[in-house]
């Protein structure tokens, strides 16, 4: 079971995603060529099992198996809310997604002279009030619901994706108050367990904060994600330690390279030393060489 590190923040996959190409998003849209159809809810997507099947295993056992699908070609997914279904095949056709917005719209009621704009309050109110959220929790577990459908569908990419734009939201609108009620809404929902080991990443990273709330105690985060919190915790003290005594044998071996240029300097000046010392005593005995020969000569 691997655990998300500070590396893995550097570059979110949602960054490296490209489009794919617009042959495929016009299929979708025209339907054309259609072969099989996604029933959820009540409403139909009219897909190709050439586009899906090689990105969902289980819906190419099911279309291609000894099953009803096979036979008619159609497969359900009553189980998921047809928003999140519409990510899903965005995805299979886009190589990306977009949260999708109920098509009903409410009627706003009509503001008198004296009502002031909603929009406006809010933002007074979010102005006086620091702990409004500035986004909604919706916005988080509208990805880990389309992670909860990539993982039922073995949509491995989709997982990734929608991992790593929750961790980007969290980064980008991180809020202390929000997170306790996302972690505790959020448990059992998804069976990726990367999704757990992103929040238990976030809730070591902002553990100060986190513990000086009034509700934790309260809370009922289960036994499970403490666990992954303290496994989390445990990873960063051993990366951690293992970072200090990188650090140590880096400066013993740099203390080892001064130490032995202190004494290759050394050397050099004793040699230098003593040849000056040579040179001097030659110069002295040719000088008292000379002055032996010349009171020899007189």
């Not at 489009?19 to 299929?27: E, F, G």
Request: net charge neutral.
């Amino acid at each position: 079971m691997s655990f998300w590190s500070e590396s893995s923040d550097s570059v979110p996959i949602m960054e490296m995603r490209k489009s794919s190409s617009p042959v495929l998003s016009q299929l979708l849209q025209s339907s054309e060529y259609s072969d099989f159809t996604l029933v959820c809810q009540g409403q139909e997507f009219h897909l190709h099992k050439n586009v899906v099947c090689v990105q969902s295993p289980m819906i190419n056992a099911a279309l291609r198996g000894d099953f009803k699908e096979s036979k008619t070609n159609r497969v359900n997914a009553d189980q998921f809310d047809p928003l999140i279904m519409q990510c899903v095949v965005d995805f299979w056709y886009k190589e990306n997604y977009r949260p999708h917005r109920p098509t009903t719209v409410k009627k706003e009621p009509r503001r008198t002279e004296k009502q002031t704009d909603p929009a406006k309050s809010e933002v007074k109110k979010s102005k006086k009030n620091p702990s409004v959220p500035k986004i909604e929790i919706e916005s988080y577990l509208h990805h880990v619901r389309v992670n909860a459908a990539a993982d039922y569908y073995q949509v491995t990419k989709l997982k990734e994706l929608s991992r790593a734009k929750l961790q980007h939201l969290l980064r980008s609108h991180w809020h202390l108050e929000m997170f306790p009620t996302l972690v505790q809404t959020i448990h059992g929902m998804t069976g990726d367990e990367e999704v757990y080991n992103l929040l238990a990443l976030f809730a070591v990273r902002h553990m100060n904060e986190i513990t000086e709330l009034p509700e934790v105690a309260e809370l009922d985060w289960g036994s499970e994600f403490t666990l992954r919190v303290l496994r989390c915790c445990g990873r960063n003290m051993s990366l951690l330690s293992s970072g200090l005594r990188k650090s140590h044998d880096d400066c013993a071996r740099q203390a080892q390279i001064l130490d032995n240029i202190d004494r290759s300097c050394w050397r050099r000046q004793t040699v230098a030393t003593l040849i000056t010392f040579d040179v001097a005593a030659v110069e002295i005995f040719f000088q008292i060489s000379i002055t032996g020969v010349t009171m020899t000569i007189v």
